[in-house]
């Protein structure tokens, strides 16, 4: 089985993490995805974060399942050969700055006269129109203005950030809906179309009812820490050998089975915490009566009574635990890849699982221009270039010692 995608083709251009976030999605799904990159250095991504032997030890998990070509696009010859490359795929995915692939001719207006179904997907901060379009946006510029870093910390310190790429990974997200949802209108239509996703917009989608409640509740809604106001019992609560255990029973028949399990079972009757908007007005009187029972049991012992009661429970999970878990293992959720240099690298899993059309395990991401003589054998000729003179010139690339060397 090739995956749910199998048979869609794939250029993925651009760098960072949004745009190749979404090529990984979908060649996880069984998309063939061409990566192009600029030769020599290959995306950014190659080097990010903690390396090893000279590689980033995220390439493998963001570039997997993925070719790679090596091909500048800043002269001529190399955007004559993506033009023929164009004809022959489903989806381009790029996150430049907007209009630069209008600037080089590889626009979806100039790309769709001789490939009519072709679905180009733009990632960028701030999308393809409006006073900010040409701005450069990154992910962090995208959180921000989409709300979610005013609500994100403790109500008395400066606003914070999740501890990884939230915004990129968002947009990263609505870009392959989008191309789904492209995909899908095509078979009715036969024609492709442009999809825009911005990073702020991705963001702002996010933040719930967070417009309507400043415009007609005139509630601002900030930091607020561990807890979301109004929503109790939803936090982390202490155990007696000093670990935290997230506990969330802010349903009333889930809140009635805490107080049983914690041998109050009064509680649920208390006009204090009989319903949810009570709950939400009393969360501090709540979150002290229960942190003082949690903290008489070790967090194991603890979270065996509340998922024995149907409470829903769990740590805070490290990447060690993670990578120890039984659950994760039993969903596959780590997946050990080996990359260029030998090592085994820990990547995480697919996500969804599907029952029939599953995907193989993917391959880790490749040398820099691991499939350049592969991919270009047709497109070469088509553009009218000659293949040793491009690689002689520098506009395409091989891995070092060639194609034996992938």
Avoid: C
Wanted: charged share 20%.
């Amino acid at each position: 089985m090739g995956g749910p995608l199998a048979g869609i083709r794939v250029l993925e251009l651009g760098s960072f993490i949004a745009g190749p976030f979404a090529g990984q999605l979908l060649a996880d799904y069984g998309a063939e995805v061409v990566k192009v990159e600029p030769p020599g250095r290959g995306d950014a991504m190659r080097t990010w974060g903690h390396t090893r032997d000279g590689e980033s030890l995220w390439w493998p998990t963001i570039a997997r399942g993925k070719r790679s070509l090596a091909l500048d696009l800043h002269g001529e010859e190399g955007r004559a050969v993506l033009r023929a490359l164009a004809d022959e795929v489903d989806v381009i995915l790029e996150n430049f700055r907007p209009g630069l692939l209008e600037r080089w001719g590889l626009d979806h207006a100039t790309l769709a006269r001789t490939n009519p179904g072709l679905v180009m997907v733009h990632v960028s901060g701030f999308g393809q129109t409006g006073p900010r379009a040409r701005d450069a946006g990154f992910g962090s510029i995208g959180e921000a203005m989409g709300g979610i870093r005013h609500t994100t910390g403790e109500p008395d310190r400066p606003p914070a950030r999740a501890g990884v790429s939230l915004g990129d990974s968002l947009a990263a997200l609505f870009a392959v809906i989008g191309t789904l949802a492209a995909l899908n209108e095509r078979h009715a239509s036969g024609r492709g179309q442009e999809v825009d996703v911005a990073i702020y917009e991705a963001v702002a989608a996010l933040m719930e009812s967070t417009m309507a409640d400043h415009a007609l509740a005139g509630v601002t809604r900030g930091r607020s820490g561990s807890v979301l106001p109004g929503v109790a019992p939803s936090n982390v609560y202490p155990t007696a050998d000093g670990s935290g255990v997230i506990l969330a029973a802010n349903a009333d028949a889930v809140f009635a089975r805490l107080a049983d399990v914690m041998g109050r079972p009064e509680l649920a009757d208390d006009q204090r915490f009989a319903d949810h908007q009570a709950r939400g007005a009393h969360a501090g009187e709540l979150d002290a009566l229960i942190g003082a029972w949690t903290a008489t049991y070790d967090a194991e012992e603890l979270l065996g009574a509340l998922t024995g009661a149907g409470v829903p429970a769990g740590r805070i999970y490290t990447a060690a635990d993670m990578l120890a878990d039984p659950h994760y293992r039993a969903r596959e959720m780590v997946l050990h890849l080996t990359n260029a240099a030998g090592h085994e690298v820990p990547s995480t899993g697919l996500v969804p699982k599907f029952s029939r059309s599953t995907p193989p395990v993917p391959r880790p991401g490749p040398p820099l221009g691991a499939d350049t003589r592969d991919v270009l054998a047709d497109a070469v000729a088509r553009a009218g270039l000659d293949y040793a003179a491009l690689l002689a010139a520098g506009t395409i690339a091989e891995p070092t010692g060639g194609p034996a060397a992938t």
